[in-house]
C-alpha cells in the first residue's frame, strides 16, 4: 500500500474543534476514518517531536533533547541539526524494504540517498534545496525557482510585531507555494511514501494565539484572530487537494508534531536557582564553573558534575542526588500571587529512556498553562516580582515551556482502504512510524517504543 502523510507543525485539536465544520475535509476524516490526538514527546519541540515520528523513539533513544545540544566537557551549548541524530529513520527502514520516499520540508532531514527526491527542512544545513539535481532543475523549469522557501524568513519574523500584515501575508504565500510544489512533485515522482510539512501554524499560533483564546488575559476580537482562522482552512483546502489528488487504494494520513496552549508569563527558573544558592554569578554574569546548577531556557536543569563538566562541584552519587531533589523541592515551592507556575519537577530517569539518557537534562521543569520558562539566562531587573517574572513575553502561545503533553496534543487522522470509519484515536506521536510500517507490510524494528495503531474493523 502507498502512503501519504502530511504533516502540519503546531496544528491543535482544539482550534479544529472550535472551527468545526468551517473545516471540512479535516472534519471527514471523523466521518470516513480515524481522526484523534497525538501525544507529543517530551519536550514538545520541533526538532524532538519531529525526530520522534520519524524514528517511533523516545528521545532517550534518537539523542534529541532540544533545540540545542551541550557540547562534551564544556558548558558550551550548540544547535541541533539532522547530523546528530543517531537512530534509524523511518526513511531509511523503508528504502532498505525497496520503496520509494518523497519527503519535502520535514524538520531534522538532510540528503541522505543521492537518489531519494526530497527538500531537506528546518535545522537542516540545506535547508530548501531540492535533490537530486534532476528534481531541482525540473522544479526550476517549472516554477522559476530552484530552491524552497519552506518556513518564514528571519527578517520577516524579526519585524512581526511592527507589520504583522506582511507577516500573514508572507506565511500564506510560502504555504501557497509549498502546495503547489508539493502537488506538482506528487504527480510527476514515482513514490510509495510521500510527505510535506507545512510550518506555517507554528509560527503564526506563537504571536497570535491570544486573538483566538478567549480564555487568555489579553484576548483580543480582531482581525488577527480572523487570520489565524483563515490559515486553519488554508490547511483544510490543501488537505482537500491532496485528498483529491490521490487515488482510493492510497493511505492517507494528516499529523502534526504537538498542539498549543496559551502563555501568559514566563519565569526565569535562574533567578530562583540563585536566590536558592545553586546558581552563582560573577561580574553580573552567571558563573558556569561555580555554579551547582543552571537553567538554559526551555525548562532544563543541568548539574555541575564533578567528572562531567569541566569544573565540576557536584560529587556523583549521593550529592547529585540530594541536590537533585532540593532544587526540585525549591521550584515546586514557588508562589507567584498565590498562584502555583510549576506543576512537577521531575528526573531525567522518570520521563526518557535509552542509550542517550545520560546526555539528557538532570531536571525538567513542567509549567502549569499559562507559564513558560524564560528564554534568557537571568531577567536582568533586580526590583519586585520582575526579577522572577516576565508577565509580557513576545509570545502568547506555546507547547514547550516545558508542558505536560496532555495540555498540548497534536492531531492524527488516518483514511484509507481498510481503515475503520467513525472512529476515535489517542495515539503517542511514536506510534505513527510504525503504523505506516505496517500499513506497507513492513517488518517493525523490535526497538521502536511505538506500537502500530489498531487499524482492524471493529
Not at 485539536?13 to 473545516?23: Q, S, T
Not at 508539493?182 to 506555517?200: A, C, H, I, K, T
Not at 562531567?308 to 532544587?327: C, F, K
Request: hydrophobic fraction near 35%; aromatic fraction near 10%.
Amino acid at each position: 500500500m502507498k502512503v501519504l502523510a502530511i504533516g502540519f507543525d503546531g496544528a491543535s485539536p482544539n482550534v479544529i474543534r472550535w472551527l468545526g465544520e468551517e473545516l471540512p475535509t479535516l472534519h471527514s476524516f471523523k466521518k470516513f476514518g480515524i481522526w484523534g490526538q497525538s501525544i507529543p514527546p517530551i519536550p514538545a519541540q520541533t526538532p524532538v517531536a519531529w525526530t520522534t515520528f520519524m524514528t517511533g523513539k523516545n528521545p532517550g533513544k534518537h539523542g534529541i533533547f532540544s533545540f540545542a545540544m551541550r557540547k562534551k566537557g564544556t558548558y558550551d551549548r550548540e544547535v541541533i541539526g539532522p547530523q546528530m541524530l543517531r537512530s534509524g529513520t523511518l526513511w531509511q527502514i523503508l528504502r532498505g524494504a525497496g520503496k520509494k520516499v518523497v519527503k519535502i520540508n520535514v524538520p531534522m532531514t538532510d540528503v541522505e540517498d543521492a537518489k531519494e527526491t526530497m527538500i531537506p527542512g528546518f535545522l537542516s544545513p540545506r535547508e530548501g534545496v531540492p535533490y537530486p539535481d534532476e528534481v531541482r532543475n525540473k522544479i526550476k523549469r517549472k516554477f522559476g525557482t530552484g530552491s524552497i522557501q519552506g518556513d518564514i524568513e528571519m527578517e520577516t519574523l524579526e519585524r512581526v510585531e511592527a507589520d504583522p500584515d506582511a507577516f500573514f501575508q508572507r506565511i500564506g504565500e510560502i504555504m501557497d507555494e509549498m502546495a503547489e510544489i508539493s502537488l506538482y512533485l506528487l504527480q510527476e515522482e514515482e513514490w510509495d511514501f510521500f510527505m510535506p510539512v507545512f510550518m506555517g501554524l507554528d509560527r503564526i499560533q506563537h504571536f497570535f494565539w491570544k486573538y483566538i483564546d478567549p480564555t487568555h488575559p489579553k484576548y483580543e476580537c480582531g482581525k488577527f484572530g480572523k487570520f489565524v482562522k483563515d490559515h486553519y482552512i488554508k490547511i483544510d483546502k490543501i488537505t482537500s487537494d491532496f485528498m483529491k489528488s490521490i487515488d482510493e487504494e492510497t493511505a492517507f494520513i494528516i499529523v502534526s508534531d504537538h498542539g498549543f496552549c496559551p502563555i501568559y508569563a514566563e519565569v526565569s527558573l535562574n533567578n530562583y536557582l540563585e536566590e536558592s544558592g545553586f546558581l552563582l554569578r560573577k561580574n553580573g554574569e552567571v558563573d558556569l564553573e561555580d555554579s551547582r546548577a543552571i537553567s538554559y531556557g526551555y525548562g532544563d536543569i543541568w548539574l555541575n558534575v564533578r567528572g562531567r563538566e569541566p569544573n565540576g562541584v557536584v560529587m556523583p552519587g549521593e550529592e547529585y542526588e540530594t541536590t537533585r531533589n532540593a532544587i526540585a523541592d525549591c521550584l515546586k515551592a514557588i508562589t507567584i500571587d498565590g498562584k502555583k507556575p510549576i506543576k512537577d519537577v521531575r528526573r531525567r530517569e522518570e520521563i526518557w529512556w535509552g542509550p542517550y539518557l545520560n546526555e539528557a537534562p538532570d531536571l525538567t521543569v513542567f509549567f502549569n498553562v499559562g507559564y513558560q520558562a524564560a528564554r534568557r539566562p537571568l531577567i536582568a531587573s533586580r526590583s519586585g516580582k520582575s526579577e522572577y517574572l516576565n508577565e509580557n513575553p513576545r509570545w502568547s502561545g506555546g507547547h514547550d515551556g516545558t508542558h505536560d503533553p496532555a495540555d498540548v496534543h497534536g492531531i492524527f487522522g488516518i483514511v484509507g482502504p481498510g481503515i475503520p470509519k467513525e472512529k476515535e484515536a489517542l495515539v503517542h506521536l511514536w506510534d505513527v512510524a510504525p503504523t505506516i510500517l505496517e500499513l506497507m507490510g513492513i517488518s517493525i524494528p523490535p526497538d521502536m517504543d511505538g506500537k502500530p495503531i489498531e487499524l482492524a474493523e471493529a
